[in-house]
């Protein structure tokens, strides 16, 4: 966004000479190539499952990777109200996750298509190309974009409502709790994902994430306080380890739930985030405490 307004302050002179464009196009246009000139010097954001295959629940857990771009999560405090709707499909992580797969020009016109809802010729004229070159771009973005998210009716499915995204996230916290398998395997999908940046491990099916859980969770008592990232349900996730007398921040993890049910878990291990979702960095001990010492099922949902 700097950049964007530096561009356009040092080249106001010129729009106001040549006067051939509204001022919200041509600072389109200068926010477009910015991002392309970002996009192509930073390169793309990754999760765990575009870098590792699925993880063995039983081998060890690998260390951080410092050296990848991460995806992050965004806070939905930033999120503009007014827009929201328009913006809970294109916030929503998998969508975010797909299009770092596109070329930074076919990924320009999509957004400057299907997002920012600018015409196929308003999109030539931002890019500098011709109208056939845009439409081809954006039908092979929507083909890759298929590529990596079979499962789109349209272009990227619709979210369930928010309440019931909630709520779907709050059985979910408490069938772990409760340790019940049964109400677990209801809650999620048959092909549900555990992803765990910015270590590049992940697990495929929740058997694997409860076995890899039993092995590898931290141990100690767990406190859950509700979230949202990306306009998704999500919960911060604190630790009080043994002999500790407060919770820290342990992860924040995104659910994505989809038809009723949680097909993902984006849980990141970064107690740097806590601070960009406005959330604390410590609690007291709980007044209420039914939790237990073995890891996976050592959680409480507040």
């Not at 410092?66 to 995806?71: A, E, K, Q, Y």
């Not at 697990?203 to 092995?215: N, Q, T």
Request: charged share 30%; with cysteine.
């Amino acid at each position: 966004m700097q950049e964007t307004f530096a561009r356009a302050w040092r080249a106001r002179a010129r729009f106001r000479r040549e006067g051939r464009w509204s001022f919200r196009a041509w600072l389109y246009r200068i926010a477009t190539n910015a991002c392309l000139d970002h996009v192509a010097r930073r390169g793309s954001r990754v999760l765990p499952i575009d870098v590792a295959p699925a993880a063995d629940p039983e081998d060890d857990i690998p260390p951080t990777a410092h050296d990848v771009r991460w995806l992050e999560p965004y806070p939905d405090r930033l999120v503009d109200p007014h827009e929201a709707a328009v913006a809970r499909e294109t916030l929503e992580i998998g969508f975010v996750a797909a299009v770092q797969h596109l070329p930074p020009r076919q990924r320009a016109a999509l957004i400057l298509r299907d997002v920012a809802g600018f015409s196929a010729r308003e999109t030539a004229t931002l890019l500098g190309t011709s109208v056939p070159a845009v439409n081809s771009g954006l039908q092979r973005a929507r083909g890759r974009l298929r590529e990596r998210l079979p499962s789109r009716r349209d272009e990227w499915p619709r979210p369930d409502p928010p309440a019931e995204q909630r709520e779907v996230a709050r059985l979910y916290a408490e069938a772990i709790e409760r340790r019940d398998s049964g109400a677990l395997a209801a809650l999620v999908r048959d092909d549900v994902r555990f992803s765990f940046p910015p270590r590049p491990l992940w697990y495929d099916g929740l058997d694997a994430f409860r076995r890899g859980s039993e092995k590898h969770a931290a141990r100690g008592e767990h406190l859950f306080i509700e979230a949202g990232a990306n306009l998704q349900p999500a919960v911060a996730i604190y630790l009080r380890a043994p002999g500790e007398t407060s919770y820290r921040p342990l992860a924040l993890g995104v659910l994505r739930v989809q038809e009723g049910r949680v097909a993902e878990v984006l849980d990141w291990s970064r107690s740097d985030l806590f601070e960009a979702f406005g959330l604390p960095m410590s609690f007291p001990p709980a007044h209420r405490s039914n939790l237990y010492e073995d890891g996976f099922n050592a959680k409480e949902v507040r």
